[in-house]
């Protein structure tokens, strides 16, 4: 039920977007929060930025955290971009005429890991269009994982954090050349906790990059309560919105 291209499935693409929507369904009272949040944000780009034009959606996954049904009046196109499109973003592109889903490998990367070629991250796609509005939607943090996993067990930690860091340094480039105004959602700190609470590790999911633009909010998410994964141990991040304006024009 998962459209997602072969290279990716091979790297199990399609079972984490199912698993996504799995997890939201299980912890659908933790995740409310950060949902309202993240529709909250692009409901205000929308209502700045939409002119009947092209909203570009970067990582629209599931559809969670993305409130179509009040997009849809503000842009006359909207394109879903990711690398797999589960029954919901293929309902709702069947059902409205002005919705296209696109297969993009954001990281650049799908096809070499695969093909067992190095890795150079890098996207350029959409270069060449003007859209009214990017959200990068909670995406910059969830690209390098899968690459970062790979390479931790080939080459090593140091190897993977660096390739992680470079995926997303392709990816703050890549929405910068887009020459649009972009409103970008990303966990800018993981914590791991144990049974009782504690902190027990704290993570960086950008690996020493900082989002640029605006600084607009910031909020936690649960994002597995114990339980979910075992129960001695939950994971919770900070979410940050940054808007991140277009150059104006020469």
């Not at 930025?49 to 993305?66: K, W």
């Not at 994982?145 to 390739?163: C, K, R, W, Y």
């Not at 020493?208 to 600084?215: Q, V």
Request: charged share 20%; with cysteine.
């Amino acid at each position: 039920m998962t459209l997602c291209p072969p290279a990716a499935r091979r790297l199990g693409y399609h079972h984490e977007s199912a698993a996504i929507t799995a997890r939201a369904r299980r912890q659908r009272a933790a995740w409310a929060s950060h949902l309202a949040n993240s529709r909250r944000m692009v409901s205000q780009a929308a209502q700045r930025f939409g002119r009947g034009g092209t909203l570009l959606v970067l990582g629209s996954g599931p559809l969670l955290d993305l409130p179509l049904d009040t997009l849809a009046p503000r842009f006359g196109r909207i394109v879903l971009a990711d690398i797999a499109h589960g029954p919901e973003a293929r309902w709702r592109a069947w059902r409205d005429a002005k919705i296209t889903l696109d297969l993009v490998d954001l990281t650049g990367t799908v096809a070499d890991i695969v093909a067992g070629r190095p890795l150079k991250p890098y996207c350029n796609a959409y270069a060449n269009t003007a859209p009214d509005l990017v959200l990068s939607l909670n995406l910059a943090s969830q690209l390098p994982l899968a690459a970062h996993g790979l390479v931790a067990v080939q080459e090593g930690e140091t190897a993977a954090d660096a390739l992680a860091a470079d995926i997303v340094r392709a990816h703050l480039g890549h929405v910068a050349r887009l020459a649009a105004p972009c409103l970008i959602l990303a966990d800018v700190e993981r914590r791991w906790l144990d049974g009782q609470g504690r902190i027990q590790r704290v993570e960086d999911p950008l690996f020493g990059l900082r989002l640029p633009g605006e600084p607009l909010a910031t909020w936690p998410w649960t994002v597995a309560p114990a339980g979910e994964i075992t129960r001695e141990k939950s994971f919770e991040t900070t979410v940050a919105a940054h808007l991140l304006l277009a150059p104006p024009p020469p």
